[in-house]
């Protein structure tokens, strides 16, 4: 069974400060996509990585997918009361249709 | 926006009815899949179609829970005889067989309360 173990789960921290959350797994995937979810809502993506070693920026949102693509990482830099959310890293597995979800890092930022 | 559709957004019942939920994928879109998510968690498969095929199920998926995708295009996710433990938010997501990286869109979600 293929897992996804998401740090922090949760994190509270000022506006302007830099933040990175992390997405670990034993397992290899062909791709791992970063989803963010508002209360209420479903998960909106916001990026998918496919190679090992691929970095992809989106704005102030900087993701890396792991040289083995067993992991990745979502760094956000001066983070802004408007990044507040739940963040998802899921992954595909080699073959695959399905996504394996991480439990979500729960982020506030304080104005 | 013809992104993904799912009604109800939201569906109280008492325990031990049965409840429907319909889900529209984006319209060029031949695959479909369900997952579900309780508080605290990320979501969890549940099963999945390409066209009207059904083509992997989880284990999740109990006796008492049922897909269709009848022509290919809409699909209806029936939970008989409900358990409380059934509440949960019941998200589909739909993709494209030619999108190489099977990115996954998802609907708003139906928000199941079984009281």
């Known amino acids: 069974t293929q897992l996804l173990e998401q740090s922090p789960q949760f994190l509270s921290i000022q506006e302007g400060e830099n933040l990175t959350v992390y997405c670990n797994s034993s397992?290899?995937?062909?791709?791992l996509q970063w989803y963010r979810q508002e209360p209420g809502e479903g998960p909106v993506l916001l990026v998918t990585?496919?190679?090992?070693?691929e970095v992809k920026k989106l704005k102030r949102l900087t993701f890396q997918f792991g040289d083995a693509r067993k992991d990745s990482s979502l760094h956000i830099t001066a983070a802004q009361p408007g990044d507040t959310g739940l963040y998802l890293c899921?992954?595909?597995?080699?073959?695959?249709?399905?996504?394996?979800f991480g439990q979500g890092t729960r982020l506030t930022i304080n104005p | 926006d013809t992104g993904v559709s799912q009604n109800p957004r939201h569906k109280i019942t008492k325990r031990g009815q049965n409840v429907t939920f319909r889900c529209d994928p984006i319209s060029e879109h031949n695959r479909l899949y369900w997952y579900r998510q309780t508080l605290g968690q990320g979501p969890e498969f549940l099963t999945y179609f390409q066209n009207e095929a059904q083509l992997e199920k989880s284990r999740l998926l109990s006796d008492r829970f049922s897909a269709e995708r009848p022509k290919g295009s809409f699909s209806t996710l029936e939970i008989q005889r409900t358990e409380q433990g059934d509440s949960a938010m019941y998200l589909c997501?739909?993709?494209?067989?030619?999108?190489?990286?099977?990115?996954?869109?998802f609907g708003p979600g139906t928000r199941l309360t079984v009281l």
């Open positions: 899921a992954g595909r597995g080699v073959g695959a249709q399905k996504l394996v």
């Open positions: 397992s290899v995937f062909s791709s």
């Open positions: 990585v496919v190679t090992g070693g």
């Open positions: 997501a739909s993709s494209s067989r030619g999108d190489s990286y099977n990115e996954q869109f």
